[in-house]
């Protein structure tokens, strides 16, 4: 399964983005959708995830309140929205699609595929 995300960009300090992950030919049906993000010399950090069947959400909580995620059922697409955007924001995020229990959807190894990632820039 090949992943794409897009939507990242270069933004000043309180703009949004919406990131956008997409699976082009395949359904997300049977699997959870992540969003991570990663910055230089640090690990992997989870966002959110969506659970396709069922549309169960969650948010980490270092982002709760500025991130949220959806899906476009039509479109076969999972969203990461992000508000009020701030420089520590800045990394490169990647979506990630995976069959983990709930209980483990922060856990970067559960995912089996992963998305080439999309450079978010936030300046002040």
């Known amino acids: 399964v090949q992943l794409q995300a897009s939507g990242g960009g270069s933004v000043q300090a309180g703009d949004s983005l919406r990131l956008s992950c997409t699976a082009p030919?395949?359904?997300?049906?049977?699997?959870?959708v992540g969003w991570f993000r990663q910055t230089p010399g640090k690990e992997r950090e989870f966002l959110a995830a969506?659970?396709?069947?069922?549309?169960?959400?969650g948010v980490s909580d270092a982002v709760k309140g500025r991130f949220t995620i959806s899906r476009d059922i039509s479109k076969m697409t999972v969203y990461l929205q992000m508000n009020n955007l701030r420089p520590d924001d800045t990394a490169v995020y990647y979506c990630?699609?995976?069959?983990?229990?709930?209980?483990?959807?922060?856990?970067?190894?559960?995912?089996?595929?992963w998305g080439p990632g999309t450079q978010v820039t936030v300046s002040s």
């Open positions: 969506l659970r396709w069947l069922g549309g169960n959400q």
């Open positions: 030919g395949h359904s997300f049906s049977n699997y959870i």
């Open positions: 990630a699609v995976g069959s983990p229990p709930w209980g483990r959807r922060q856990d970067t190894t559960s995912y089996y595929y």
